[in-house]
């Protein structure tokens, strides 16, 4: 075998030694892709059943909306008004969430999935941002006309400020608790729930995804 032939042999061993590293690297992603879309699948379960108890919930606060109304309960109808509206913006968000896992799992482009995952975020938290504004509403919606005409000052005053921090609570939690704070330490340990780890794992598999391409 001369030095000719040896060059050609050595040289097809290579072109078929990169195929195979090729091929092993496509099937790694794929692995790899395929777990970051079932880390998403599997928070599909969840928001069917939230919304299949939004959506009774919901019917029986209308009821009771309509009931307050009618009776002239005023504080609980506005409280319960403004519970309704949240809910059901949270069922929507809770619809657009099945959209988009969908979707995700339709598409094999890392940056569409990143895309998407960092929507799925943004929508998450601003759900819970508006569910955390309504707090103050979960101090008032038990007033009524009697409770107003038989309240001492010390009553009056330990409603307001009870009142007031919670209307504090709830701003704060609604001003805070945005993307931008999500590598705090307290945004970690209020968001550490299976879902939202499930979201930052899926997250980092197309990011070391990304990084090979």
């Not at 939004?54 to 409280?79: K, N, P, R």
């Not at 509206?85 to 799992?105: D, R, V, W």
């Not at 309240?151 to 609604?174: E, K, P």
């Not at 805070?176 to 590598?183: D, E, Q, Y």
Request: proline fraction near 1%; include cysteine; charged fraction near 20%.
């Amino acid at each position: 075998m001369n030095e000719i032939e040896l060059k050609k042999m050595w040289q097809n061993y290579d072109a078929k030694l990169n195929q195979n590293l090729a091929i092993n690297k496509k099937v790694l992603q794929e692995i790899k892709l395929n777990k970051a879309n079932k880390l998403l699948s599997s928070i599909s379960t969840g928001r069917i059943i939230s919304i299949l108890i939004g959506i009774v919930w919901i019917l029986g606060i209308d009821s009771i909306l309509t009931l307050a109304f009618q009776a002239e309960g005023y504080f609980l109808f506005f409280s319960l008004l403004v519970h309704s509206i949240i809910t059901k913006i949270a069922i929507g968000i809770s619809i657009y969430h099945l959209i988009l896992i969908k979707q995700i799992n339709e598409t094999d482009s890392i940056i569409e999935i990143q895309k998407k995952i960092a929507n799925f975020r943004l929508t998450t938290l601003t759900a819970i941002r508006l569910s955390l504004l309504q707090l103050p509403i979960f101090t008032t919606f038990y007033i009524n006309s009697e409770m107003i005409s038989i309240m001492n000052m010390t009553a009056w005053v330990i409603q307001i400020l009870t009142t007031l921090l919670f209307s504090f609570i709830g701003i704060w939690c609604f001003l805070n608790f945005t993307p931008k704070n999500s590598s705090k330490k307290w945004f970690r340990f209020f968001f550490s729930d299976k879902e939202w780890l499930a979201l930052q794992k899926a997250d980092t598999i197309l990011e070391q995804l990304k990084a090979k391409e």
